[in-house]
Structures are given as C-alpha cells and as structure tokens.
Nanobody, 128 residues
Framework: QVQVVESGGGLVQAGGSLRLSCAAS????????MGWFRQAPGKEREFVAA????????KYADSEKGRFTISRDNAKNTVYLQMNSLKPEDTAVYHC?????????????????????WGQGTQVTVSS
C-alpha cells in the first residue's frame, strides 16, 4: 500500500503560479503511476495530469496542456504539479492518486477508476 499527502495549495490571483507537491510513503514509489485530479464544488472529479513510474511518460488534460507541468522525484517519493497562468476556473480541490503498474495506457491514466490510493486533497483558489 501507499499513502499520499498533498500540499502547496492556496489563494492566488489569476495569472499567478502554484506548485503542488504529493509525498508518498513506501519503498516502491517508482512502480506507481501518479496522477493529479481536481474537483470543484458541484462537479465531478476530473483528470488533470499523470506521470509514469519512471517519469518518462506524461499525459495532460487538454485544458491544462502548456500551463501545467507534472514531474516526479523518485528519490524523494514526491510528485509535483507546477501550475502557471492560473485561471479562476482552475479553482478546485486538487487530489493526488497512485496506481501500481508497469504499463502505460494513456486512456487509463485519465480514468478516476484506475487509481487505488488517494490523498485528501489541497485547495487551490484563483481569484479574478
């Protein structure tokens, strides 16, 4: 099993930046696909970005492409989400998720049901 804890959320003005971090427990972090999802009030949880265990493959939602960057440091058991040019519509609770796999499947990386372990989330609020 793995536990994940997010941090780095906060209040930022439109056009600003934030970097979210997700710290994971366990000694096999590099075996886990890691994803970021977000959920705004009254909306379903939606995919933001994902990264393979080695860090060699990444996937972004179309609305985030070019603004967000996902990365990971397996030595620190941490995955990051750098968010630039933030918009009010990016306001949500951002969740980190993990799934143990050696297979990269682009479609599955975007599916909430793929992931087994979830963090409590960190609030991101973008003011206009």
């Amino acid at each position: 099993q793995v536990q994940v804890v997010e941090s780095g959320g906060g209040l930022v003005q439109a056009g600003g930046s934030l970097r979210l971090s997700c710290a994971a427990s366990g000694r096999t972090f590099s075996m886990y696909l890691m994803g970021w999802f977000r959920q705004a009030p009254g909306k379903e949880r939606e995919f933001v970005a994902a990264i393979s265990g080695s860090g060699g493959f990444t996937k972004y939602a179309d609305s985030e492409k070019g603004r967000f960057t996902i990365s990971r440091d397996n030595a620190k058991n941490t995955v990051y989400l750098q968010m630039n040019s933030l918009k009010p519509e990016d306001t949500a609770v951002y969740h980190c998720a993990a799934h143990r796999t050696f297979v990269w499947n682009t479609v599955q990386t975007m599916d909430v049901k793929t992931y087994d372990y979830w963090g409590q989330g960190t609030q991101v609020t973008v003011s206009s």
